[in-house]
Nanobody
Framework: QVQLVESGGGLVQPGGSLRLSCAAS????????MGWYRQAPGKQRELVAL???????NYADSVKGRFTISRDSDKNTLYLQMNRLKPEDTAVYYC????????WGQGTQVTVSS
């Protein structure tokens, strides 16, 4: 049974930083890519950042230069470093592992507000 558990969300002031973590447990046969998505109230879930099995990264235009995705394969953990946060970054952030089977975490709330 594969589980993805996100952590690191919370309340932060505009301009602040947060680091999200996604710990994967269980056996995942093959991974094509891992990513972070977010969903704000009343909006569709959107891709924030993606890292492929080869290490290539891709970011939404709205977070380029502010967010950094990384992974620690030894720890089976995915990270999202979020800097210079804006109120429009407020959303539930979800971890995603894409392979022949797609896995989602339960989400972690990020609120950017003064």
């Amino acid at each position: 049974q594969v589980q993805l558990v996100e952590s690191g969300g919370g309340l932060v002031q505009p301009g602040g930083s947060l680091r999200l973590s996604c710990a994967a447990s269980g056996s995942i046969f093959k991974i094509y890519a891992m990513g972070w998505y977010r969903q704000a109230p009343g909006k569709q879930r959107e891709l924030v950042a993606l890292i492929t099995n080869e290490g290539s990264t891709n970011y939404a235009d709205s977070v380029k230069g502010r967010f950094t995705i990384s992974r620690d394969s030894d720890k089976n953990t995915l990270y999202l470093q979020m800097n210079r946060l804006k109120p429009e970054d407020t959303a539930v952030y979800y971890c995603n592992v894409a392979g022949p089977v797609v896995y989602w975490g339960q989400g972690t709330q990020v609120t950017v507000s003064s």
